[in-house]
């Protein structure tokens, strides 16, 4: 959500350098980390997009919670609008991040130096206003961090742009390609389409759904189920009174002497 505006740099709070913070303490580490503003802006925030906007990064955040809040194995922190601080830069707060490997408690912000790490995926929703921001500006300022991937989502245009660091050490993104209409995350270990209007997740051949996907395929799978039980139970009744019928046919069959 971070606005390019060269005169107001000096406002947006800094992280200090890498230099400075291995300078200090452990005290003024914890001071400065507790120093630095949690929030955002006015003056640093785009316009609000509306519900296109809200409801697109809602969904994504939901889906990748989900995720990989069932595959405990891998450590991922999400966030969403998260003030982050790299050092000696500016804030920023993108629209998604994700981070691998560390513990998923809840922050304020993410502080590099402090957190020993900076983002692995970062994406922004585009829904109106000045495309340059996302489409260029943050281009080459994400590709400066070192950030691996960068996802753009133009809700407008309903299309997706990928970017990858092609090295270790690269500062300058190169597309990914688009394979079978899906780009493929490395970090995330997903890939990712727009469908229909929605923004998709796959794990292989496996969609993941929202959280009102997901209970509306429950919901339809609970009733199927509900289906088959009375089914059997109905079937079961049948075959019961079909055995008592043959019972009592043979009991009579044996008071008769036959």
Avoid at 112 to 128: Q, T
Wanted: proline share 4%.
């Amino acid at each position: 959500m971070e606005r390019d505006r060269r005169g107001n740099a000096e406002a947006i709070p800094h992280a200090p350098s890498q230099q400075e913070w291995e300078a200090m303490s452990v005290e003024e580490r914890e001071q400065v980390v507790a120093s630095l503003p949690g929030e955002v802006t006015w003056e640093e925030m785009a316009l609000p997009e509306g519900d296109r906007h809200f409801l697109a990064k809602l969904g994504a955040l939901d889906v990748l919670r989900g995720h990989f809040g069932r595959h405990r194995r891998h450590k991922v922190y999400l966030g969403a609008e998260l003030p982050v601080y790299y050092p000696g830069e500016r804030r920023f707060a993108p629209d998604l991040l994700a981070v691998r490997d560390v513990e998923r408690h809840e922050r304020d912000k993410w502080v590099v130096s402090a957190e020993g790490k900076g983002l692995d995926w970062v994406m922004e929703v585009h829904v109106g206003g000045d495309r340059k921001k996302d489409a260029e500006y943050n281009v080459r300022r994400y590709a400066r961090l070192g950030i691996p991937e960068y996802f753009i989502y133009d809700r407008k245009k309903e299309r997706l742009v990928a970017y990858r660091l092609p090295g270790t050490g690269a500062r300058k993104y190169a597309g990914i390609p688009l394979v079978r209409g899906r780009y493929h995350s490395e970090q995330l270990g997903l890939e990712l389409q727009v469908e229909e209007g929605r923004l998709r997740f796959w794990a292989g051949r496996t969609p993941l759904l929202e959280s009102d996907e997901r209970i509306a395929w429950l919901t339809k799978e609970a009733k199927r189920l509900r289906r088959r039980v009375d089914e059997e139970a109905r079937l079961r009744e049948m075959a019961e009174q079909r055995l008592a019928k043959l019972r009592t046919e043979l009991k009579r069959l044996k008071t008769r002497g036959v």
